[in-house]
């Protein structure tokens, strides 16, 4: 199975700032990654398909890139309802796993 | 709108059993795959069990299977996860998703019902 490794586990950053997130695969998930983000006591948000599409109603800030086995989640200025936990998981092959998350908390 | 509203979640002894239940709305329930996916607290997601559109395929985790069912009625757009053989490990946040029409990956979400086993 193909494992995802977020990084780092929690990342401090200040409101209006660039946060960066990486999610590495074991093995090569060609553009099949999808990015969620979950705030506290809240479920799972789908934010990013295709590794670079944004789903519905996800504002700009957010992007996605990367294929193969190396992925970034950028979030161009962070608001303070971006603070949360990020998620990614490949659907490249079967099963289709999560990373551990990141948790982007304020600096 | 979709909506998925997730319930029968509480508290049970180990060896119990629970039924979870995911009413579905917003959509046409009986062309779409879902999936449970539960978060035991302070970790990740961990997807336990799949079922196609029409119910003749499912999926376990190896952490769940023989103890755990997945089922559907698409005449009332309802999901199930009968949970048997309970145990403390499975404590957990437990959400219904829907997979994309397509892809594997979860486009909507219920809002979770917490399991918890525990004598």
């Known amino acids: ?107 | 709108e979709v909506q998925l509203l997730d319930s029968g979640g509480g508290l049970v002894q180990p060896g119990g059993s629970l039924r979870l239940s995911c009413v579905a709305s917003g959509f046409i329930f009986s062309s779409y795959g879902m999936s449970w996916v539960r978060q035991a607290p302070g970790k990740g997601l961990e997807r336990v069990s799949g079922i196609s559109d029409s119910g003749g395929n499912t999926y376990y985790a190896d952490s769940v299977k023989g103890r755990f069912t997945i089922s559907r009625d698409n005449s009332k757009n309802t999901l199930y996860l009968q949970m048997n053989s309970l145990r403390a490990e499975d404590t957990a946040v437990y959400y219904c998703a829907r997979k994309d029409y397509n892809y594997y990956y979860f486009d909507y979400w219920g809002q979770g019902t917490l399991v918890t086993v525990s004598s």
Request: hydrophobic share 30%.
């Open chain 1, 1 to 107: 199975e193909i494992v995802l490794t977020q990084s780092p586990a929690t990342l401090s950053v200040s409101p209006g700032e660039r946060a960066t997130l990486s999610c590495r695969a074991s093995q090569s998930v060609s553009s099949n990654l999808a990015w969620y983000q979950q705030k506290p006591g809240q479920a799972p948000r789908l934010l990013i398909y295709g590794a670079s599409t944004r789903a519905t109603d996800i504002p700009a800030r957010f992007s996605g890139s990367g294929s193969g086995t190396e992925f970034t989640l950028t979030i161009s200025s962070l608001q303070s309802e971006d603070f949360a936990v990020y998620h990614c998981q490949q659907y490249n092959k079967w099963p289709p796993l999560f990373g551990q998350g990141t948790k982007l908390e304020i600096k």
